[in-house]
Structure formats: C-alpha cells, structure tokens
C-alpha cells in the first residue's frame, strides 16, 4: 500500500507569558516551539513531516490521528490540527549528498589544495553553472 500524499494530526499549542509557544504531537509523542504562532504552525509542519518520513522509512506503523475535540486541553492551550503534504517531504530527502571520485591532474590538485579550496563546493558551483540550475 502506498503512503499518502498528506497527513493531518491535532498539536496542541501552549501558551505561556514571555515564552515560546511550546506545540506538542500527542499522537505522536513529539515537539517543538515558536516564537509566535506562524512560527509555531511552521515548525509543527516541518517536524509532523520529518516525522512521518521517518516512520514511513522505518516501516513502522502509523499512528491512527485523534480527533481534535477529544483532545483534554488546559486553559492555556489550544488544539490545532496540522497537516503536511508528504511529496515534497519526501522529494527533499532526495537532496542527499552522494560521493564521487574525481581525477584531477596533480598540479591542479596542488594549487587548489594550497589556497584551500573546497573541491565538493567548487565542484557543485561548476556543475550548477553548466547545467544553469
């Protein structure tokens, strides 16, 4: 069964005097925080994200998500559903870095080692030029 295209799970925002707004996955047994609630609901995302990638990656079963209204809230505390759209989760762990061997003749390699050059930036540099990326 493939995995779907997004997932929505409650977080339960928490809301202190001269504190970061603290979010919590209860499902999930994660967290993070926000300096104010657009940050707050962008942090959920990202981590709600990481999360279920990681899940999915592991194989592990997915946590069925509470409804919102059943979730216990305190005064200080709001439930928010959050959701993530998976492809582009999945899509930027595809960014990994991979290895390549390179030859270069070897006063080349002198030079370029002598005024500290770092061969894996240079290299990326040339190739986004060549490709106009």
Known sequence: MSNPARYFYPAVFTYAP???I???FPDLDVATS???ESDALLSARELLGITM???EQDGAPIP???RVSDIPLEANERAVLVDVYMPSVRLAS???AVSRTVTLPAWLNAQAMERGFNFSQVLQEALKEKLQA
């Open 94 to 96: 595809a960014n990994r």
């Open 34 to 36: 926000g300096v104010d």
């Open 22 to 24: 603290a979010v919590v």
């Open 53 to 55: 990638f990681g899940l």
């Open 18 to 20: 001269d504190q970061e």
């Open 64 to 66: 069925a998500p509470s």
